[in-house]
């Protein structure tokens, strides 16, 4: 039988280090890393810690562009380590460097807390005005399947800071809010189940709000779970020019479908499969933790 | 709120002087084709056309509004500019401020500059 391992190559790892205790600034190191196809450039990260240098830092968790955590500048351009392969986007050499319009922590490892600071002023969770109902829900609020398609999409953001790094205007002004909140900002004002439009545009509508987007329309061409930032921001502009003039759609929050416990299956959502393995009884006492 | 009312303003300006300029491009440059407010022969811009234009109040309202709406949009549109420089609130305020005060000055010369020349051509008409 043939021996099907994938043929090895060596590619040079310009990686960007920094320790801000004992280093003035950002410098690069380079590393000849055996790379194969399949292999991912968090692998090689990988690969150049176990075999070649293990003081170098990064952040990563899920290795499957669902964390968000490995976000970095991969020859220029930001996406994640973890579902980029190396060998898609390097023949000899990769540079791979921390996102930029962040703080350093060290190496490759951003400070986003920037990001979060500014996705926190947005308020992004579903606002009522019946706060109750909330904390202690007695009934479905319904939404059609339309009404979840003009947001749905902006639900798919993992934070990972892409968009924010790719973002011109971030560059220039540290001040304004970004893709990423922004987007965060539209997603619960496009949310039928929502009533806090009002309050997010005292943010949105501010000075380093929404009207700072160029529409450079970077952020969206970086995302990797493929959400478009640019057209949130954009719908956020809409949105608040219709509201200023008094031409926005009067809408309520959507109310809730039937009183206690009576919330319905629709008749055109199928039931869930069966079990495709036999649930394990558990054992005595284990779940006495719950209690 | 008021930056996003403000930018509101500003795109709305923009939308009216597309269309203020497009008049703007009918009668004075393709006056020879159209003779639209230029009774006195073929030059738009002679002497006589400008003070027949002048003397119409429509005229010197609307150039009026075109110095208040073209000044909007471009010293908010340098202000934005600016302002994408990240400087200290303090700076900001001072270039808010004196582009303020160069619209309004701008303004209300060229409203006396429009309102005298109105005068001048009616004048040219009684005398």
């Not at chain 1, 400070?111 to 109902?133: C, G, Q, W």
Request: hydrophobic share 40%; charged share 20%.
């Amino acid at each position: 039988m043939q021996n099907t391992r994938p043929e090895q190559r060596t590619i040079r790892f310009h990686v960007s280090r920094f320790h801000p205790e004992n280093e003035r600034g950002p410098y690069v190191q380079s590393y000849e890393v055996p790379v194969h196809e399949g292999m991912t450039v968090l692998d090689g990260l990988h690969s150049i810690k176990d075999n070649l240098d293990s003081t170098l830092v990064w952040r990563s968790s899920c290795r499957m562009g669902v964390c968000g955590s490995c976000g970095m500048l991969l020859n220029g351009r930001p996406g994640l380590a973890c579902t980029t392969q190396i060998l898609k986007i390097a023949t000899t050499s990769l540079t791979v460097a921390p996102l930029p319009n962040f703080a350093i922590i060290r190496d490759l490892v951003p400070d986003l807390s920037s990001m979060f600071d500014k996705h926190r002023l947005v308020r992004p969770y579903v606002i009522r005005t019946d706060e109750a109902e909330i904390h202690d829900p007695s009934g479905e609020f319904y939404q059609s399947a339309e009404e979840l398609e003009h947001y749905l999409q902006f639900t798919y953001c993992i934070k990972c800071g892409c968009c924010m790094a790719a973002c011109p205007t971030l560059a220039t002004d540290a001040r304004y809010l970004g893709p990423m909140p922004l987007t965060a900002a539209e997603r619960y004002n496009a949310d039928t189940r929502d009533g806090g439009q009002q309050e997010r545009a005292k943010v949105t509508g501010s000075s380093p709000g929404a009207i700072r987007c160029h529409y450079a329309g970077e952020c969206s061409r970086v995302c990797p779970k493929g959400v478009d930032p640019a057209k949130a921001v954009q719908l956020l502009k809409r949105r608040l020019v219709l509201d200023y003039l008094h031409l926005a759609r009067k809408s309520e929050p959507c109310k809730k479908l039937k009183g206690a416990g009576s919330g319905m299956r629709m008749p055109n959502i199928v039931a869930a499969p069966a079990h495709t393995v036999e649930t394990i009884p558990a054992a005595p006492g284990e779940l006495s933790i719950l209690k | 709120m008021k930056a996003a009312r403000l930018w509101t303003w500003h795109m709305a300006a923009g939308a009216v002087l597309f269309f203020v300029l497009g008049l703007h491009m009918g009668i004075m440059h393709l006056g020879e084709i159209g003779h639209w407010f230029a009774p006195y022969g073929n030059l738009t811009v002679s002497i006589a056309n400008s003070r027949f234009r002048d003397g119409m109040l429509t005229f010197t309202v609307g150039y009026i509004a075109l110095l208040a709406i073209g000044l909007f949009h471009g010293l908010y549109g340098l202000r934005t500019m600016l302002l994408e420089l990240t400087l200290r609130p303090a700076m900001e305020k001072a270039i808010t401020v004196f582009l303020l005060i160069l619209g309004i000055g701008l303004l209300g010369l060229g409203t006396w500059a429009a309102v005298a020349a109105h005068g001048v051509a009616l004048a040219g008409v009684k005398g």
